[in-house]
């Protein structure tokens, strides 16, 4: 592995017998996004650099309720929990008309690739709030009642000045969680001697959709199992392989690139790359949108190759890390937008408006993209259904009947 300690920027070589890939994915490359700035899918990349195997990487999930607290702040795309629509919260367009109904039944309480898509369609149409989003409308619950049951998620609102209890909180759906990532084994093991994923950075654990709650729940258990494997590897393996020195030469040039080029305005790059996979490789696709954005991503990834940094200090130089960041985020849209491409239904968290069908779920099959020469293969195989098949449910009695018949 090699390291750059942020406080000095000085480059560290470990050699290790196991190795465990754990950066956590997060689609910061959306214009509102939950995860905290400085997750860019570095694990992903530098799967992909190896050569690895990518799944499912269209499957990203939208959380349909981010806080719209306007540009000037991070706080929005923060997340307002699920329980605020689970409890009985209505979303109001411009209009101040609930809207859900007319998109599904089960209204606020369908699942977040629902909810997400109805209120981007209605952003799309233009019956939005003040800022572009909806209203989620909590006070008919009762504000006494809604300031003790979701203390922490009135707080926040309160902080960036709204009141969550009694009036209108303006909200749009942020991109959340990555059900796609590296392709791995059931002990955390990648198809790379040695290197093992677990977490978000792994693809396939949640198929197209993630119900919420499971994130963490994927991290840990997925998390252990790798972590007794590579101990049980560590233990019988030998001797640490000599390094490649050229591969370690290679590595360090590339972090070197930013500081070989003039200073440029990688702020401006950012902005174009978020609202790009916004408006293009978003919650609604087509063909010519993803086409469109595979366009935007060359220019993108050549004027960032050309783009270096105004400041040569290495220590703390977080600019620096900011271009390594971006080139991670354009590499890994270039696949998300590929895989969507690829990707001719509509499942889960994908929707294609060009193609609005689910498809067969016994003749399915899952995209897996991987860096071959200078560009990206992408291959459908089809999805094994190994324990159990679609109609089938390892549940005896009524609960585990298909959903239709147990309505
Ligand atoms: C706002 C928010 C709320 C959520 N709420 C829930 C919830 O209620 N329940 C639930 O189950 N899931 C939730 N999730 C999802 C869940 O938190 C994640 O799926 C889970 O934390 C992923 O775990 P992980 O170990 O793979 O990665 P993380 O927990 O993200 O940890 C990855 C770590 O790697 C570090 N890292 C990244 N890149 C590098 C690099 N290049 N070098 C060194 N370090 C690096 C990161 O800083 C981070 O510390 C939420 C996610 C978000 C963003």
Request: overall charge negative; some cysteine; glycine content about 28%.
């Given at each position: 592995m090699l390291l750059i300690d942020?406080?000095?920027?000085s480059y560290h070589f470990v050699q290790a017998k196991a190795v465990l890939l754990a950066t956590g994915g997060g689609p910061t490359m959306y214009l509102y996004h939950t995860p905290s700035g400085d997750k860019s899918c570095d694990g992903m990349a530098m799967a992909m650099r190896l050569g690895l195997a990518m799944r499912d990487m269209e499957m990203v999930q939208f959380h349909p309720t981010g806080l719209l607290a306007g540009t000037d702040t991070r706080m929005t795309g923060t997340v307002l929990e699920e329980g605020l629509r689970g409890a009985g919260g209505y979303l109001l367009n411009g209009a101040a008309e609930r809207f859900m109904t007319a998109y599904d039944p089960a209204g606020e309480r369908a699942t977040r690739d629902i909810v997400s898509r109805a209120i981007y369609a209605e952003m799309r149409a233009g019956n939005t709030t003040t800022n572009g989003g909806v209203h989620i409308q909590m006070s008919h619950l009762g504000p006494d009642s809604v300031a003790k049951r979701f203390k922490g998620m009135v707080e926040r609102c309160a902080d960036c000045g709204f009141d969550l209890a009694g009036g209108l909180v303006e909200v749009v759906p942020t991109a959340h969680y990555m059900m796609g990532g590296v392709e791995f084994e059931i002990?955390?093991?990648?198809?790379?001697?040695?290197l093992y994923a677990a977490g978000e950075?792994?693809?396939?654990?949640?198929?197209a959709n993630r119900l919420g709650g499971n994130g963490v729940a994927n991290s840990t258990v997925y998390g252990g199992i790798a972590g007794d494997a590579m101990a049980a590897a560590v233990s019988k393996a030998g001797a640490c392989r000599d390094p490649d020195e050229t591969v370690i030469a290679e590595a360090v040039d590339r972090a070197e690139r930013p500081f070989t080029k003039p200073a440029g305005d990688l702020s401006n790059l950012r902005d174009r790359l978020s609202q790009m996979m916004w408006d293009d490789v978003g919650i609604l696709r087509t063909e010519a949108g993803l086409h469109r954005g595979l366009g935007a991503l060359d220019d993108l990834e050549q004027e960032l190759l050309a783009t270096g940094l105004a400041?040569?200090?290495?220590?703390?130089n977080l600019t620096w890390h900011d271009w390594m960041n971006l080139e991670s985020l354009i590499a890994v849209s270039k696949v998300i937008t590929h895989a969507s491409l690829a990707r001719e239904d509509s499942r889960g968290a994908h929707f294609r408006e060009d193609f609005p069908e689910t498809g067969a779920l016994d003749t399915t099959a899952y995209t897996q993209v991987r860096q071959k020469g200078g560009g990206l293969a992408i291959d459908m195989v089809p999805v094994a259904f190994s324990i159990v098949k679609p109609g089938d449910s390892l549940i005896d009695d009524d609960a585990g009947a298909p959903i239709a018949a147990a309505e």
């Open positions: 942020i406080r000095t920027g002990d955390g093991s990648t198809a790379l001697p040695g950075d792994c693809g396939g654990v949640h198929g400041d040569g200090d290495r220590a703390f």
